[in-house]
Protein backbone atom coordinates (compact mmCIF):
# COMPACT_ATOMS: atom_id res chain seq x y z
CA UNK A 1 0.00 0.00 0.00
CA UNK A 2 1.15 3.31 -0.66
CA UNK A 3 2.46 5.94 2.18
CA UNK A 4 -0.09 8.21 0.18
CA UNK A 5 -3.13 5.92 0.64
CA UNK A 6 -2.23 4.91 4.07
CA UNK A 7 -2.15 8.27 4.99
CA UNK A 8 -5.27 9.06 3.64
CA UNK A 9 -6.75 6.28 4.68
CA UNK A 10 -6.23 7.08 8.49
CA UNK A 11 -7.14 10.85 7.99
CA UNK A 12 -10.43 9.04 7.12
CA UNK A 13 -10.95 5.96 9.21
CA UNK A 14 -8.82 6.97 11.86
CA UNK A 15 -9.05 10.95 12.25
CA UNK A 16 -5.99 9.75 15.05
CA UNK A 17 -8.44 9.02 17.80
CA UNK A 18 -7.16 6.26 20.57
CA UNK A 19 -8.07 2.85 20.10
CA UNK A 20 -10.73 2.44 22.00
CA UNK A 21 -14.82 1.78 21.08
CA UNK A 22 -15.45 5.56 21.18
CA UNK A 23 -13.36 6.72 18.47
CA UNK A 24 -15.66 3.91 16.24
CA UNK A 25 -18.50 6.48 16.09
CA UNK A 26 -16.12 8.23 13.40
CA UNK A 27 -15.55 5.83 11.24
CA UNK A 28 -17.39 7.07 8.12
CA UNK A 29 -19.09 3.97 7.22
CA UNK A 30 -21.60 4.46 4.08
CA UNK A 31 -25.05 3.34 4.27
CA UNK A 32 -25.29 0.38 2.34
CA UNK A 33 -27.89 0.27 -1.34
CA UNK A 34 -29.18 -2.53 -2.15
CA UNK A 35 -28.41 -3.39 -5.58
CA UNK A 36 -30.35 -6.82 -6.19
CA UNK A 37 -33.88 -6.72 -6.54
CA UNK A 38 -34.81 -8.54 -3.70
CA UNK A 39 -32.66 -6.99 -0.40
CA UNK A 40 -31.02 -10.03 1.43
CA UNK A 41 -27.81 -8.26 2.02
CA UNK A 42 -25.89 -11.46 2.87
CA UNK A 43 -25.62 -14.48 0.33
CA UNK A 44 -24.11 -17.58 0.48
CA UNK A 45 -21.37 -19.01 -1.73
CA UNK A 46 -22.04 -22.38 -3.42
CA UNK A 47 -22.35 -25.00 -5.66
CA UNK A 48 -25.15 -25.58 -7.31
CA UNK A 49 -25.69 -29.43 -6.23
CA UNK A 50 -25.75 -27.69 -2.93
CA UNK A 51 -29.47 -25.80 -3.72
CA UNK A 52 -30.43 -28.58 -6.27
CA UNK A 53 -30.19 -31.58 -3.54
CA UNK A 54 -27.87 -30.56 -0.01
CA UNK A 55 -31.38 -28.24 1.22
CA UNK A 56 -29.39 -24.94 0.78
CA UNK A 57 -32.35 -23.13 -0.65
CA UNK A 58 -34.19 -24.56 2.23
CA UNK A 59 -31.92 -22.85 4.63
CA UNK A 60 -31.77 -20.04 2.75
CA UNK A 61 -35.52 -19.31 2.88
CA UNK A 62 -35.48 -20.19 6.56
CA UNK A 63 -33.12 -17.63 7.58
CA UNK A 64 -33.41 -15.00 4.42
CA UNK A 65 -30.77 -15.17 2.65
CA UNK A 66 -29.82 -15.49 -0.99
CA UNK A 67 -27.25 -17.67 -3.21
CA UNK A 68 -24.92 -17.56 -5.21
CA UNK A 69 -24.21 -20.99 -7.14
CA UNK A 70 -21.13 -21.87 -9.34
CA UNK A 71 -22.37 -23.20 -12.64
CA UNK A 72 -22.94 -22.53 -16.31
CA UNK A 73 -25.45 -25.66 -16.68
CA UNK A 74 -28.69 -24.18 -18.24
CA UNK A 75 -30.54 -26.46 -16.79
CA UNK A 76 -29.18 -26.42 -13.47
CA UNK A 77 -29.91 -22.62 -13.38
CA UNK A 78 -33.53 -22.47 -14.41
CA UNK A 79 -33.73 -25.46 -11.47
CA UNK A 80 -32.48 -23.07 -8.97
CA UNK A 81 -34.38 -19.67 -9.73
CA UNK A 82 -37.27 -22.08 -9.59
CA UNK A 83 -36.59 -23.72 -6.62
CA UNK A 84 -35.96 -20.10 -4.86
CA UNK A 85 -39.45 -18.90 -6.10
CA UNK A 86 -41.15 -21.43 -5.17
CA UNK A 87 -39.69 -21.31 -1.25
CA UNK A 88 -39.28 -17.87 -1.23
CA UNK A 89 -35.64 -17.60 -0.56
CA UNK A 90 -33.15 -15.02 -1.34
CA UNK A 91 -32.20 -13.90 -4.05
CA UNK A 92 -29.80 -15.79 -6.52
CA UNK A 93 -26.85 -15.07 -8.50
CA UNK A 94 -24.40 -17.30 -10.99
CA UNK A 95 -20.83 -17.40 -11.12
CA UNK A 96 -18.88 -18.90 -14.48
CA UNK A 97 -16.05 -19.22 -12.16
CA UNK A 98 -13.89 -18.71 -15.41
CA UNK A 99 -11.41 -17.25 -13.05
CA UNK A 100 -10.54 -20.46 -11.56
CA UNK A 101 -8.84 -23.63 -12.82
CA UNK A 102 -6.83 -23.92 -15.83
CA UNK A 103 -7.15 -21.25 -18.06
CA UNK A 104 -8.06 -18.38 -15.16
CA UNK A 105 -5.62 -15.98 -16.72
CA UNK A 106 -8.24 -16.33 -20.11
CA UNK A 107 -6.50 -16.35 -23.46
CA UNK A 108 -8.38 -12.81 -24.66
CA UNK A 109 -9.77 -11.43 -21.48
CA UNK A 110 -13.16 -11.11 -22.83
CA UNK A 111 -15.91 -11.04 -21.58
CA UNK A 112 -18.64 -13.36 -23.09
CA UNK A 113 -21.71 -10.89 -23.88
CA UNK A 114 -24.40 -14.16 -23.82
CA UNK A 115 -23.43 -15.42 -20.54
CA UNK A 116 -25.22 -12.08 -19.29
CA UNK A 117 -27.77 -11.97 -21.77
CA UNK A 118 -28.67 -15.70 -21.13
CA UNK A 119 -29.05 -14.77 -17.42
CA UNK A 120 -31.42 -12.08 -17.89
CA UNK A 121 -33.28 -14.10 -19.99
CA UNK A 122 -34.07 -16.62 -17.20
CA UNK A 123 -35.15 -14.01 -15.18
CA UNK A 124 -31.89 -12.77 -13.40
CA UNK A 125 -32.22 -8.71 -13.47
CA UNK A 126 -28.72 -8.09 -12.45
CA UNK A 127 -26.34 -10.96 -14.23
CA UNK A 128 -22.54 -11.57 -13.00
CA UNK A 129 -20.19 -11.01 -15.84
CA UNK A 130 -18.17 -14.41 -16.61
CA UNK A 131 -14.40 -11.86 -15.72
CA UNK A 132 -11.33 -14.09 -16.06
CA UNK A 133 -8.83 -13.63 -12.91
CA UNK A 134 -6.76 -10.04 -12.66
CA UNK A 135 -3.30 -11.03 -11.73
CA UNK A 136 -1.12 -8.20 -9.88
CA UNK A 137 -0.50 -5.13 -11.79
CA UNK A 138 -2.41 -6.21 -14.69
CA UNK A 139 -3.60 -2.85 -15.02
CA UNK A 140 -4.36 -4.03 -18.72
CA UNK A 141 -6.83 -6.82 -17.91
CA UNK A 142 -8.64 -4.32 -15.17
CA UNK A 143 -9.34 -1.98 -17.32
CA UNK A 144 -10.52 -4.26 -20.48
CA UNK A 145 -12.68 -5.87 -17.83
CA UNK A 146 -14.47 -2.77 -16.76
CA UNK A 147 -14.94 -1.55 -19.40
CA UNK A 148 -16.54 -4.21 -21.41
CA UNK A 149 -18.51 -5.50 -18.10
CA UNK A 150 -20.00 -1.48 -18.49
CA UNK A 151 -20.53 -2.26 -21.70
CA UNK A 152 -23.45 -5.00 -20.65
CA UNK A 153 -26.42 -3.95 -20.25
CA UNK A 154 -27.16 -4.25 -16.36
CA UNK A 155 -24.59 -6.55 -15.24
CA UNK A 156 -22.50 -6.36 -12.26
CA UNK A 157 -18.73 -6.29 -13.41
CA UNK A 158 -17.02 -9.35 -11.48
CA UNK A 159 -13.36 -8.79 -10.23
CA UNK A 160 -11.47 -11.41 -9.58
CA UNK A 161 -8.63 -9.81 -8.09
CA UNK A 162 -4.88 -10.78 -6.71
CA UNK A 163 -4.68 -9.66 -3.00
CA UNK A 164 -1.96 -6.92 -4.28
CA UNK A 165 -4.58 -4.63 -5.85
CA UNK A 166 -6.72 -4.59 -2.29
CA UNK A 167 -3.43 -3.95 0.01
CA UNK A 168 -1.08 -2.24 -2.41
CA UNK A 169 -3.69 -0.80 -5.42
CA UNK A 170 -6.89 -0.08 -3.56
CA UNK A 171 -6.59 3.72 -4.34
CA UNK A 172 -6.07 3.08 -8.63
CA UNK A 173 -8.49 -0.17 -8.17
CA UNK A 174 -11.29 2.39 -7.24
CA UNK A 175 -10.54 5.21 -9.19
CA UNK A 176 -11.03 2.78 -12.19
CA UNK A 177 -14.26 1.62 -10.58
CA UNK A 178 -15.44 4.42 -10.84
CA UNK A 179 -14.00 5.80 -14.34
CA UNK A 180 -16.23 3.01 -15.71
CA UNK A 181 -19.46 3.75 -13.06
CA UNK A 182 -20.73 0.08 -13.03
CA UNK A 183 -21.53 -1.96 -9.77
CA UNK A 184 -18.66 -4.18 -9.21
CA UNK A 185 -18.14 -7.71 -7.33
CA UNK A 186 -15.01 -8.03 -5.64
CA UNK A 187 -13.89 -11.79 -4.90
CA UNK A 188 -9.82 -12.11 -3.53
CA UNK A 189 -6.89 -14.78 -3.88
CA UNK A 190 -5.60 -15.88 -1.18
CA UNK A 191 -4.30 -19.07 -0.05
CA UNK A 192 -6.02 -18.52 3.19
CA UNK A 193 -8.53 -15.83 4.00
CA UNK A 194 -7.40 -12.91 2.13
CA UNK A 195 -8.60 -10.73 4.97
CA UNK A 196 -7.02 -11.74 7.51
CA UNK A 197 -4.23 -8.73 7.31
CA UNK A 198 -4.92 -5.09 8.70
CA UNK A 199 -3.69 -4.08 4.44
CA UNK A 200 -6.01 -6.07 3.13
CA UNK A 201 -8.88 -5.00 5.36
CA UNK A 202 -7.99 -0.94 4.67
CA UNK A 203 -8.25 -1.84 1.51
CA UNK A 204 -11.47 -3.08 1.20
CA UNK A 205 -12.36 -0.14 3.61
CA UNK A 206 -11.36 2.09 1.28
CA UNK A 207 -12.85 0.80 -1.97
CA UNK A 208 -16.58 0.68 0.10
CA UNK A 209 -15.49 4.01 0.92
CA UNK A 210 -14.60 6.09 -2.27
CA UNK A 211 -16.76 3.70 -4.66
CA UNK A 212 -19.48 5.92 -6.29
CA UNK A 213 -21.33 2.67 -7.35
CA UNK A 214 -22.77 -0.16 -5.20
CA UNK A 215 -19.94 -2.95 -4.53
CA UNK A 216 -20.48 -6.39 -3.82
CA UNK A 217 -18.25 -8.45 -1.72
CA UNK A 218 -17.87 -12.59 -2.46
CA UNK A 219 -16.57 -15.28 -1.72
CA UNK A 220 -15.18 -14.70 1.84
CA UNK A 221 -15.51 -15.73 5.24
CA UNK A 222 -16.78 -13.11 8.41
CA UNK A 223 -15.32 -10.22 6.78
CA UNK A 224 -18.88 -10.36 4.52
CA UNK A 225 -20.26 -9.25 6.99
CA UNK A 226 -18.08 -6.60 7.94
CA UNK A 227 -18.23 -5.80 4.38
CA UNK A 228 -21.92 -5.24 4.94
CA UNK A 229 -21.29 -3.06 7.99
CA UNK A 230 -19.21 -0.72 6.23
CA UNK A 231 -21.30 -0.20 2.69
CA UNK A 232 -21.31 -3.11 0.92
CA UNK A 233 -24.14 -4.04 -1.29
CA UNK A 234 -24.29 -6.79 -0.97
CA UNK A 235 -21.83 -10.31 0.69
CA UNK A 236 -21.28 -13.66 0.41
CA UNK A 237 -19.78 -16.14 2.25
CA UNK A 238 -18.81 -19.34 1.34
CA UNK A 239 -20.36 -22.74 2.40
CA UNK A 240 -17.34 -24.54 2.53
CA UNK A 241 -13.35 -22.89 2.76
CA UNK A 242 -12.96 -22.87 -0.61
CA UNK A 243 -15.26 -20.55 -1.36
CA UNK A 244 -14.27 -18.40 0.90
CA UNK A 245 -11.61 -17.13 -1.22
CA UNK A 246 -10.07 -17.70 -4.86
CA UNK A 247 -7.76 -20.54 -4.21
CA UNK A 248 -4.58 -19.39 -6.28
CA UNK A 249 -3.01 -21.18 -9.14
CA UNK A 250 -0.01 -23.02 -7.24
CA UNK A 251 -0.13 -25.82 -5.15
CA UNK A 252 -3.06 -27.96 -6.84
CA UNK A 253 -5.86 -26.51 -5.23
CA UNK A 254 -7.50 -27.56 -1.79
CA UNK A 255 -7.61 -30.92 0.05
CA UNK A 256 -10.42 -32.44 0.98
CA UNK A 257 -11.32 -31.60 5.05
CA UNK A 258 -13.43 -31.99 7.42
CA UNK A 259 -16.80 -30.80 7.98
CA UNK A 260 -16.41 -27.39 9.95
CA UNK A 261 -18.89 -25.48 11.96
CA UNK A 262 -19.25 -21.86 13.02
CA UNK A 263 -18.83 -21.40 16.52
CA UNK A 264 -20.90 -18.22 17.35
CA UNK A 265 -18.82 -17.24 20.41
CA UNK A 266 -15.46 -17.24 17.98
CA UNK A 267 -16.63 -15.77 15.10
CA UNK A 268 -14.77 -18.65 13.16
CA UNK A 269 -15.41 -22.03 11.41
CA UNK A 270 -13.85 -24.88 13.31
CA UNK A 271 -13.37 -28.85 12.47
CA UNK A 272 -16.63 -30.75 14.09
CA UNK A 273 -13.36 -32.74 16.01
CA UNK A 274 -11.94 -29.37 17.37
CA UNK A 275 -14.82 -28.34 18.68
CA UNK A 276 -15.34 -31.82 19.94
CA UNK A 277 -12.07 -31.74 21.82
CA UNK A 278 -11.86 -28.06 23.42
CA UNK A 279 -15.65 -28.72 24.77
CA UNK A 280 -14.60 -30.72 27.79
CA UNK A 281 -11.77 -28.33 28.79
CA UNK A 282 -14.99 -25.60 29.41
CA UNK A 283 -17.19 -28.47 31.24
CA UNK A 284 -17.63 -26.09 34.08
CA UNK A 285 -18.69 -23.54 32.38
CA UNK A 286 -20.11 -24.50 29.12
CA UNK A 287 -21.77 -20.90 27.85
CA UNK A 288 -19.39 -20.09 25.14
CA UNK A 289 -20.45 -23.62 23.82
CA UNK A 290 -24.27 -23.84 23.72
CA UNK A 291 -25.84 -22.41 20.77
CA UNK A 292 -29.93 -20.91 20.96
CA UNK A 293 -30.05 -21.25 16.94
CA UNK A 294 -32.99 -22.64 15.40
CA UNK A 295 -31.21 -26.05 14.83
CA UNK A 296 -29.42 -26.26 18.04
CA UNK A 297 -32.07 -24.92 20.67
CA UNK A 298 -29.97 -24.43 22.98
CA UNK A 299 -27.33 -27.67 22.84
CA UNK A 300 -24.06 -27.54 22.99
CA UNK A 301 -22.09 -27.69 19.25
CA UNK A 302 -21.20 -31.15 19.99
CA UNK A 303 -24.10 -32.25 19.15
CA UNK A 304 -23.65 -31.36 15.54
CA UNK A 305 -22.73 -34.97 13.86
CA UNK A 306 -22.92 -34.06 10.29
CA UNK A 307 -21.37 -31.78 7.44
CA UNK A 308 -25.63 -31.31 6.65
CA UNK A 309 -26.16 -30.36 10.41
CA UNK A 310 -23.39 -27.90 10.16
CA UNK A 311 -24.46 -26.58 7.49
CA UNK A 312 -27.61 -26.04 9.12
CA UNK A 313 -26.33 -24.70 12.02
CA UNK A 314 -23.63 -21.81 10.65
CA UNK A 315 -26.30 -20.90 8.37
CA UNK A 316 -28.85 -19.88 11.00
CA UNK A 317 -26.29 -18.06 12.94
CA UNK A 318 -24.04 -16.27 10.05
CA UNK A 319 -27.58 -15.09 9.19
CA UNK A 320 -28.17 -13.65 13.17
CA UNK A 321 -24.95 -12.16 13.31
CA UNK A 322 -25.98 -10.04 10.03
CA UNK A 323 -29.37 -9.35 11.57
CA UNK A 324 -27.80 -7.90 14.43
CA UNK A 325 -24.56 -6.32 13.02
CA UNK A 326 -26.99 -4.66 9.71
CA UNK A 327 -28.96 -2.14 10.73
CA UNK A 328 -30.47 1.59 8.91
CA UNK A 329 -27.57 3.77 10.53
CA UNK A 330 -23.88 3.12 9.14
CA UNK A 331 -22.22 4.35 12.23
CA UNK A 332 -24.13 2.26 14.59
CA UNK A 333 -23.90 -1.02 12.39
CA UNK A 334 -19.97 -0.26 12.02
CA UNK A 335 -19.85 -0.10 15.72
CA UNK A 336 -21.68 -3.46 16.10
CA UNK A 337 -19.03 -5.06 14.24
CA UNK A 338 -16.24 -4.03 15.16
CA UNK A 339 -17.50 -4.37 18.77
CA UNK A 340 -18.52 -8.02 18.18
CA UNK A 341 -14.89 -8.29 16.46
CA UNK A 342 -13.32 -7.06 20.08
CA UNK A 343 -15.78 -9.74 21.65
CA UNK A 344 -15.06 -12.86 19.72
CA UNK A 345 -11.13 -11.67 19.74
CA UNK A 346 -10.74 -11.95 23.66
CA UNK A 347 -13.02 -15.37 23.56
CA UNK A 348 -10.49 -16.68 21.09
CA UNK A 349 -7.45 -16.05 22.82
CA UNK A 350 -9.84 -17.18 25.87
CA UNK A 351 -10.16 -20.36 24.22
CA UNK A 352 -6.55 -20.18 22.86
CA UNK A 353 -4.84 -19.86 26.21
CA UNK A 354 -6.61 -22.94 27.71
CA UNK A 355 -6.59 -25.16 25.04
CA UNK A 356 -2.23 -23.87 24.38
CA UNK A 357 -2.24 -25.49 20.57
CA UNK A 358 -5.35 -26.27 18.15
CA UNK A 359 -7.29 -22.98 18.41
CA UNK A 360 -5.16 -20.09 16.26
CA UNK A 361 -6.93 -17.48 17.25
CA UNK A 362 -8.46 -15.86 13.65
CA UNK A 363 -6.49 -13.22 11.93
CA UNK A 364 -9.72 -11.56 10.33
CA UNK A 365 -10.35 -10.46 13.79
CA UNK A 366 -7.25 -8.97 14.38
CA UNK A 367 -7.13 -7.39 11.22
CA UNK A 368 -10.37 -5.94 11.51
CA UNK A 369 -9.93 -4.43 15.46
CA UNK A 370 -6.30 -2.85 13.60
CA UNK A 371 -7.95 -1.39 10.46
CA UNK A 372 -10.34 0.58 12.42
CA UNK A 373 -8.32 1.57 15.81
ZN1 LIG B 1 -26.67 -23.64 16.31
Redesign the pocket.
Known amino acids: MSTTMRLDLHSDLHRAEPADTTSLQRVPAKRRTALLEQDAPLLMQARASEGLTGGLVERCAAAGLGAIYATTKTHDMVALINRHQQLQAGPVLFDAERYAGKGRDGASGHLDPDWTAYQRRIGIQQPLTDSSYIAANNHARLTAVLKEGANQSKAITTLPLAKHWITNRADELVDQINRFGNPVALMVEDRNDPFATEAAVLGLLHVLAHADVPVLQLRCDITAIGALAFGASHAAIGTSTSRRHIWPPTGGGPTKREPAAYVPASMSHRSLSTIGLAIPHFSDDLRLWT ?3 D ?2 AGAT ?1 DHIATETEAAM ?1 SL ?2 LASLAAKVIGNDPTVSARSWIEACRHALSVNQEISAKLVKNWPVPGNLKAWIKATR
Open positions: CDCFCLHHC
